[in-house]
């Protein structure tokens, strides 16, 4: 078995629940590994939606995308998540996924931030299907904030029980502020 690193292990958890040919969404599109992901279970008939506010993710994404001859399956837009019901109606997506904190090897100072992205969360919530899961990999080390953490989880301890299932996980025994990473399931 693999170790389980953060985004390792809830691709697993995508993979397991996600149905092929679906609607995904990255709400953070990053270095594309989610995107790249979403687009193989997406394949030929589904849809990949991906949003960043940088232009580096996205010129990454795309050479990703395209290093794997997936580049057609996905949109790729340079924009907040926040704005994610621009592009999707309610109730479409199979899954959306997220990766808080800042672009990896990149400025650190550019960083989602609480109050976006409880925003992003909350329309995800609308945008997802019934039947659908979000999976949420929250970081609140030192350069990311705690603040977006605790907002994001409360407002998910906030959601009624029978409409949605939230799963969080914990690495239990790692030190210095270890990845969240979290599930969403609409009943």
């Known amino acids: 078995m693999r170790q389980s690193q953060i985004t390792h292990w809830c691709h697993e958890i995508i993979r397991s629940q996600a149905p092929e ?20 279970l997406a394949g030929e008939s589904g849809r990949v939606l991906a949003f960043d506010i940088q232009k580096e993710a996205v010129r990454m994404t795309e050479r990703l995308l395209r290093e794997h001859g997936v580049r057609e399956r996905a949109e790729l837009h340079l924009d907040g998540h926040e704005h994610m019901d621009r592009y999707a109606k309610p ?6 996924c997220f990766n808080f904190g800042y672009l990896p090897g990149g400025d650190h100072a550019v960083a989602t931030s609480a109050k976006t992205s409880a925003q ?7 945008i997802l299907k ?11 080390g030192k350069d990311t904030g705690s603040e977006e953490k605790e907002r994001i989880l409360r407002d998910l301890k906030e959601l009624p029980a029978q409409d949605y299932t939230v799963i969080v996980n914990e690495y239990y025994n790692r030190a210095n502020n270890p990845p969240l990473p979290v599930f969403v399931f609409k009943k």
Not at 30 to 36: E, F, R, S, V
Not at 91 to 96: H, K, L, Q, R, Y
Request: charged share 15%; with cysteine; proline share 0%.
């Open 21 to 40: 040919g679906g609607f995904y969404i990255d709400a953070t599109m990053g270095k594309g590994h989610d995107t790249l992901m979403l687009c193989h």
């Open 130 to 140: 019934h039947g659908g899961m979000m999976s949420l990999c929250i970081y609140s």
């Open 120 to 126: 992003a969360v909350k329309k995800g919530l609308v």
């Open 91 to 96: 109730e479409t997506a199979d899954v959306i």
